[in-house]
């Protein structure tokens, strides 16, 4: 009888859920020239709160010296910031899917999905006086905008870079082949992204090394080239590779001299250069070309607080806020009065990060989604999805 | 009426105690087993492929066959079981002289100082404890400190090892607090009877110690095999070898919400199993 009641119960709470669920399915009836879900109309007074998905490092309230753009922000706009950092892309489109989010800095394997899917809502730049400002080249791209509508505006952007320790690795590497291919002063300290998106990086080392596969886009690959893409990264992964989930156990790695050479944004060589006791690092854009990103602030289309967004989009857009979290995170600035406030506290931040420099971006594969349709117009084309891309990442991590 | 309400349950006694039982019960049952509910349902329900939105109601087994086809899932249950029997096992032979010493040899005095040492570690955060060990395991670490002299390196931070001695070290407090218990409870006079029968020490533990002790050694092992089968924040920063629980979280946070939840039916399952023999073999007396 008690077993019967547990029963009943399970099946009351399910018909509950059952019910929640149609509902909800049912009311988004589409209808003409209704504005589309999320718009804002008008900017209004401020909520009083904010919750964003940030990368670790884009919302700094003076934990460094000098770097503080939250603090000022909520002074101004009585917004109270709170963050969330994501470990990668499909952490974050997790995270935001989860409802409790007024929006985030997402990179492009995450934007697109997020617009296509219809949890970020399309931005009324109107509303924002700083994106006249933006540079052309981070306005309408295929990351941040959708039908010609932006859906985002621009945070910074920057291609993932080869850190390797100097005390270790006396000659600056110009290629990735080490942490391919190894050697005897490196295996098993070799750091490594912990993402289904490091595929795409291995797909690069392919282009140069093995031309023969015809690889025209890290992210989008068919079987054969997929499965020379994964050979190689089970091959990697027995070198002794190190793999780094957050940014942090990166830097702890490095600065007890576990790592000595790996895949790195410029923030944690910046965190490391900052710590007297740690080894001195160095950074380089290997030849080959590298992945990078171009991260845009994107709201929730189910935002509770999209006053507060818009404030932040716009605030990020401002001169010394976008001028100090690029020179934090060492990316590019988004407009030309950025890069001029980022020079007074990094001198020759703009150049050394190519900020307006169009060609140079040229090299840097943005991250992406894999898609079965290879993101092409050739309908015999058939490539391996997002799902292939974290399966298979999960067995190479889990064997 | 308060007077009339009252007067009403002061006659139906059983609806008094349902009444205060509603509470705690409902609770348990909606808000913990509800969403334990929910969270298993994820494990019937499509998802689409490339925005990773989960599609309620649209019921499939793509993610047990996922998991069914892929061998790389069984090698992560059976690493996690074998290494959750390896710490329980190792806890147990641990915790036996020990307790045994707290319980029958030591005096009242040395007793309660180790009583304190034993349960000392469980004032100390999960955390901080787990990144001592990391401290101690890195190569150029405690560890690898102290063996240097021999010409050896620290282990680093990859070996599977470290988080069989990391979770060992977590959970053998829970090991040998009951197994303390259990031999408290065996009177002195079974001891002189096997004594006076001429039973020598280790005949004496075999034959009559030990399997008194069955109970308690159960209870204990509930605890390590659980715990350790659950963990996986030990195995992520201590080692580089995935555990259910990783797999499970790495899913979930990566957007493969229904294969996480299906994968997650094999811990519940491996603990349904555990508890059943558990209980046969008295534990739950134990506790």
Same mark, same amino acid.
């Given at each position: 009888?008690?077993?019967?009641?547990?029963?009943?119960?399970?099946?009351? %709470?399910?018909?509950?859920? &059952? $019910?929640?669920?149609?509902?909800?399915?049912?009311? +988004?009836?589409? =209808?003409? @020239?209704?504005? /589309?879900?999320?718009?804002?109309?008008?900017?209004?007074?401020?909520?009083?709160?904010?919750?964003?998905?940030?990368?670790?490092?884009?919302?700094?309230?003076?934990?460094?010296?000098?770097?503080?753009?939250?603090d000022?922000?909520?002074?101004?706009?009585?917004?109270?910031?709170n963050?969330?950092?994501?470990t990668?892309?499909?952490?974050?489109?997790?995270?935001?899917?989860?409802?409790?989010?007024?929006?985030?800095?997402?990179?492009?394997?995450?934007?697109?999905?997020?617009?296509t899917?219809?949890?970020?809502?399309?931005?009324?730049v109107? %509303?924002?006086?700083?994106? &006249? $400002?933006?540079?052309s080249?981070?306005?309408?791209? +295929?990351?941040? =905008?959708? @039908?010609?509508? /932006?859906?985002?505006?621009?945070?910074?952007?920057?291609?993932?870079?080869?850190?390797?320790?100097?005390?270790?690795?006396?000659?600056?590497?110009?290629?990735?082949?080490a942490?391919?291919?190894?050697?005897?002063d490196?295996?098993?300290?070799?750091?490594?992204?912990?993402?289904?998106?490091?595929?795409?990086?291995?797909?690069?080392?392919?282009?140069?090394?093995?031309?023969?596969?015809?690889?025209?886009?890290?992210?989008?690959?068919?079987?054969?080239?997929?499965?020379?893409a994964?050979?190689?990264?089970?091959?990697?992964?027995?070198l002794?590779?190190?793999?780094w989930?957050?940014?942090?156990?990166?830097?702890?790695?490095?600065?007890?001299?576990?790592?000595?050479?790996?895949?790195?944004?410029?923030f944690?060589?910046?965190?490391?250069?900052?710590?007297?006791?740690?080894?001195?690092?160095?950074?380089?854009?290997?030849?080959?070309?590298?992945?990078?990103?171009?991260?845009?602030?994107?709201?929730?289309?189910?935002?509770?607080?999209?006053?507060?967004?818009?404030?932040?989009?716009?605030?990020?857009?401002?001169?010394?806020?976008?001028?100090?979290?690029?020179?934090?995170?060492?990316e590019?600035?988004?407009?030309?009065?950025?890069?001029?406030?980022?020079?007074?506290?990094?001198?020759?931040?703009?150049?050394?990060?190519?900020?307006?420099?169009?060609?140079?971006?040229?090299?840097?594969?943005?991250?992406?989604?894999?898609?079965?349709?290879?993101?092409?117009?050739?309908?015999?084309t058939?490539?391996k999805?997002?799902?292939?891309?974290?399966?298979?990442?999960?067995?190479l991590?889990?064997? | 009426?308060?007077?009339?309400i009252?007067g009403?349950?002061?006659?139906?006694?059983?609806?008094?105690?349902?009444?205060?039982?509603?509470?705690?019960?409902?609770?348990?049952?909606?808000?913990?087993?509800?969403?334990?509910?929910?969270l298993?349902m994820?494990?019937?329900?499509?998802?689409?492929?490339?925005?990773?939105?989960?599609?309620?109601?649209?019921?499939?087994?793509?993610?047990?066959?996922?998991?069914?086809?892929?061998?790389?899932?069984?090698?992560?249950?059976?690493?996690?079981?074998?290494?959750?029997?390896?710490?329980?096992?190792?806890?147990?032979?641990?915790?036996?002289?020990?307790?045994?010493?707290?319980?029958?040899?030591?005096?009242?005095?040395?007793?309660a100082?180790?009583?304190?040492?034993?349960?000392?570690?469980?004032?100390?955060?999960?955390?901080?404890?787990?990144?001592?060990?990391?401290?101690?395991?890195?190569?150029?670490?405690?560890?690898?400190?102290?063996?240097s002299?021999?010409?050896?390196?620290?282990?680093?931070?990859?070996?599977?090892?470290?988080?069989?001695?990391?979770?060992?070290?977590?959970?053998?407090?829970?090991?040998?607090?009951?197994?303390?218990?259990?031999?408290?409870?065996?009177?002195?006079s079974?001891?002189?009877?096997?004594?006076?029968?001429?039973?020598?020490?280790?005949?004496?533990?075999?034959?009559?110690?030990?399997?008194?002790?069955?109970?308690?050694?159960?209870?204990?092992?509930?605890?390590?095999?659980?715990?350790?089968?659950?963990d996986?924040?030990?195995?992520?920063?201590?080692?580089?070898?995935?555990?259910?629980?990783n797999?499970?979280?790495?899913?979930?946070?990566?957007?493969?919400?229904?294969?996480?939840?299906?994968?997650?039916?094999?811990?519940?399952?491996?603990?349904?199993?555990?508890?059943?023999?558990?209980?046969?073999?008295?534990?739950?007396?134990?506790?």
């Amino acid at each position: 009888m008690k077993r019967l009641k547990g029963v009943t119960l399970l099946a009351v %709470l399910a018909l509950l859920v &059952a $019910a929640c669920g149609g509902s909800t399915s049912e009311s +988004a009836a589409p =209808s003409g @020239d209704e504005k /589309p879900a999320g718009w804002l109309e008008a900017l209004g007074a401020g909520e009083g709160q904010l919750n964003l998905i940030i990368w670790p490092g884009y919302a700094e309230r003076g934990e460094y010296e000098g770097f503080n753009w939250v603090d000022p922000f909520e002074a101004e706009t009585g917004c109270k910031v709170n963050v969330t950092a994501m470990t990668d892309s499909n952490n974050g489109v997790q995270l935001l899917q989860s409802g409790q989010y007024d929006g985030g800095s997402f990179s492009g394997d995450a934007s697109v999905r997020l617009m296509t899917a219809g949890d970020v809502a399309p931005v009324n730049v109107d %509303l924002l006086s700083n994106y &006249a $400002a933006v540079f052309s080249g981070l306005k309408n791209q +295929a990351h941040n =905008s959708m @039908d010609g509508m /932006p859906y985002g505006v621009p945070h910074g952007r920057g291609p993932n870079l080869l850190m390797w320790n100097t005390d270790v690795v006396t000659t600056a590497p110009t290629s990735w082949d080490a942490v391919w291919d190894g050697n005897a002063d490196v295996n098993g300290k070799i750091s490594i992204y912990d993402s289904s998106i490091y595929i795409a990086d291995a797909a690069i080392h392919l282009m140069s090394k093995r031309p023969e596969l015809g690889i025209t886009n890290p992210y989008q690959l068919n079987e054969e080239q997929f499965t020379a893409a994964i050979d190689l990264l089970e091959k990697q992964r027995d070198l002794g590779v190190i793999y780094w989930g957050s940014y942090a156990d990166q830097v702890a790695g490095f600065a007890s001299g576990d790592l000595v050479i790996g895949t790195t944004w410029q923030f944690m060589a910046n965190v490391l250069g900052g710590d007297a006791t740690a080894p001195k690092v160095e950074t380089v854009m290997p030849e080959e070309g590298s992945t990078g990103w171009s991260d845009t602030w994107m709201m929730a289309t189910k935002a509770a607080n999209p006053n507060c967004m818009y404030l932040w989009m716009n605030h990020m857009m401002s001169a010394e806020a976008n001028g100090q979290a690029t020179v934090f995170f060492g990316e590019a600035a988004t407009s030309e009065a950025a890069c001029d406030y980022a020079e007074t506290i990094a001198p020759g931040h703009c150049e050394l990060t190519h900020a307006s420099d169009e060609a140079y971006w040229e090299s840097i594969w943005y991250w992406a989604t894999p898609r079965e349709d290879c993101d092409d117009a050739d309908p015999a084309t058939t490539c391996k999805t997002q799902d292939d891309w974290v399966e298979a990442w999960t067995t190479l991590r889990g064997n | 009426m308060m007077r009339r309400i009252t007067g009403w349950f002061n006659q139906h006694p059983r609806a008094t105690l349902r009444a205060l039982l509603a509470g705690p019960l409902g609770w348990i049952s909606i808000v913990y087993l509800g969403s334990l509910f929910i969270l298993l349902m994820h494990a019937f329900w499509s998802k689409d492929s490339f925005t990773g939105k989960v599609e309620p109601f649209n019921w499939t087994l793509d993610a047990f066959a996922q998991i069914l086809s892929n061998p790389v899932y069984f090698t992560i249950a059976a690493r996690t079981i074998g290494i959750a029997a390896l710490v329980t096992i190792t806890a147990a032979a641990i915790a036996l002289p020990v307790a045994y010493y707290m319980a029958r040899i030591a005096s009242p005095r040395k007793r309660a100082l180790l009583l304190v040492a034993v349960t000392m570690p469980l004032w100390a955060s999960y955390l901080v404890k787990i990144y001592a060990w990391r401290t101690i395991l890195q190569t150029n670490g405690l560890l690898g400190w102290a063996i240097s002299p021999f010409g050896l390196e620290g282990p680093g931070l990859t070996e599977i090892a470290n988080s069989w001695l990391v979770l060992t070290y977590l959970w053998l407090p829970y090991m040998i607090l009951p197994v303390y218990a259990g031999l408290e409870r065996i009177p002195n006079s079974l001891l002189e009877a096997s004594a006076d029968l001429g039973g020598r020490g280790w005949i004496t533990f075999r034959r009559v110690i030990f399997p008194q002790l069955i109970p308690a050694l159960a209870a204990g092992s509930i605890f390590t095999f659980s715990l350790s089968i659950g963990d996986y924040i030990v195995p992520d920063l201590v080692s580089d070898a995935k555990f259910i629980g990783n797999v499970i979280y790495d899913n979930s946070a990566l957007g493969s919400f229904p294969v996480a939840a299906a994968f997650s039916f094999v811990p519940i399952l491996v603990m349904i199993g555990y508890l059943l023999v558990a209980r046969r073999l008295g534990a739950f007396e134990s506790l």
